[in-house]
């Protein structure tokens, strides 16, 4: 019953992690969007200082030290909150970590994953890193997201107690075909960063259509061009027209294909599934998936507006956490039902 009660714990701080972890992925979402991602141009500090306060008294020094970057009170902000919820979120990995070490005699206890948390956080911190000193490069910063739902997806799959039970031979093409949905949403969460880092959102302004047809002028040459070299600055973007057009209207073209693949999905593990949490997952796919869909639409059609581009990122790892829900319930481990814990 000990053990038990420590899986339960375990469990507690790998939800409460994930939570933590979300906050952080749409927090950085706010940050890029808002225009702070350089609103300190050092790391992990702020013009040297842990907090943007401290630099108001010393406006004259970070001017010296940084000519390039004028201090914005309001941007340095945004940027060390983001720094302040991210930190809080390694430490709680770590405390993860020797948490599963402590219970690791227990055999429903994850050994492996919580300790491959630590470098992958390690290497996120260093992204973060990156993602200032190398002036928001998108490969860095489209990198620095996809490590972030990485996260997410990992510390949610630990929270999450496996079902014991054989799975149904009726389950197993979903099962398969959920492994695939969550490759093609990880590619598309790629381009969707690769969309907002090149500042190509507001590259098509009508929707269904783009520039008012339905294949405009496009240049895909210069559009996926991971790395351009060091030194240049990519806040506000470099690209031209045509090669944003060509992000944006691949995203676009994306988002079509993921909707219609997740919906055949989440409607067969719905009409297949043998639990009702696999049949619950099934449906919280097919929501997020289209709600998702609606928030793209009206991003067009309302103009960009901060709270729905932020809420599009959040709709993003709301659809990991119910790809990774459905995954769980999918991939059940052989044996009789465990019995509950209880809180």
Known sequence: MLASSRLLWFRRIARLAAVFCAVVVVVGAWVRLTDAGLGCPDWPGCYGHIHPAQVEDRIDDASAAFPDRPFDYQKALH?????????????????????????????????????LLVPLVV???????????????????????????LTLSLLWW??????????????????RLAILGMAVVAVQVSLGGWTSTNYAAAACTDFPTCQGGWWPQMDFGDAFVLWRGLGIDYEGGVLDAPARVAIHYTHRIGAYLTTVLLLVLAAGAWRRGQTTGTQAAAIAVGLAVLLQMLIGMNLVW??????????????????????????????PRPGTPAPRLRA
């Open 79 to 115: 940027e060390m909150v983001h720094r302040y919820i991210a930190t809080t979120l390694g430490l709680l990995i770590l405390a993860l970590a020797a948490f599963a070490f402590w219970n690791r005699r227990d055999p429903g206890q994850p050994r492996v994953l919580p300790w």
């Open 123 to 149: 290497t996120q911190g260093l992204l973060g890193m990156w993602t200032v000193t190398l002036l928001l490069k998108p490969l860095i910063v489209t990198l620095h997201l996809l490590g972030g739902l």
């Open 158 to 175: 630990l929270s999450l107690a496996p079902e014991r039970r054989e799975r149904k031979a009726a389950e197993r093409p979903f099962a």
């Open 302 to 331: 309302q103009g960009w507006p901060l709270w729905l581009g932020t809420a599009h990122n959040g709709g993003a790892a709301l659809l990991v956490l119910a790809m990774v829900t459905l995954l769980r319930y999918l991939h």
